[in-house]
C-alpha cells in the first residue's frame, strides 16, 4: 500500500504560482511512476504531468511550457511548480502513484483556484 498527502493548493491571481507537494509513504519501493492529475467541475480527472523513478517526464499540451514535475526521491516527494497560472486551470489537483503491479494510489486532493 501505498499512502500520498497533497499540500500546497489555496487560491492565486492569473499569472500567479503554486506549487503542489506530494508526499509518499508506506510501499515506497513499490513505486513506478509518480504524477499529478486534476478534475475540473462537471469534467472528467485529466492528466496533468508523470514523472517515472527514472526521472522522464510527460505533460499535457495544455500545461507544456508552464508547469514542472519533479521528484526528491531522498524525501519520497513530488512536486507541481505551476507558472502562468489560468482560470482554465482551476480544479482539484490529485497526486497518483502507480506501482510496479500496476496498482494506482491516490491522494485527497488539493483544491487549486484561479482568479481572473
Known amino acids: 500500500q501505498v499512502q500520498l498527502v497533497e499540500s500546497g493548493g489555496g487560491l492565486v491571481q492569473a499569472g500567479g504560482s503554486l506549487r503542489l507537494s506530494c508526499a509518499a509513504s508506506g510501499s515506497i519501493f513499490s513505486i513506478n511512476a509518480l504524477g499529478w492529475y486534476r478534475q475540473a467541475p462537471g469534467k472528467q480527472r485529466e492528466l496533468v504531468a508523470t514523472?517515472?523513478?527514472?526521472?522522464?517526464?510527460n505533460y499535457a499540451d495544455s500545461v507544456k511550457g508552464r508547469f514542472t514535475i519533479s521528484r526528491d526521491n531522498a524525501k519520497n516527494t513530488v512536486y507541481l511548480q505551476m507558472n502562468s497560472l489560468k482560470p482554465e486551470d482551476t480544479a482539484v489537483y490529485y497526486c497518483n502513484a502507480y506501482s510496479k503491479s500496476f496498482a494506482d494510489y491516490w491522494g485527497q486532493g488539493t483544491q487549486v483556484t484561479v482568479s481572473s
Open positions: 514523472i517515472t523513478s527514472g526521472g522522464s517526464t
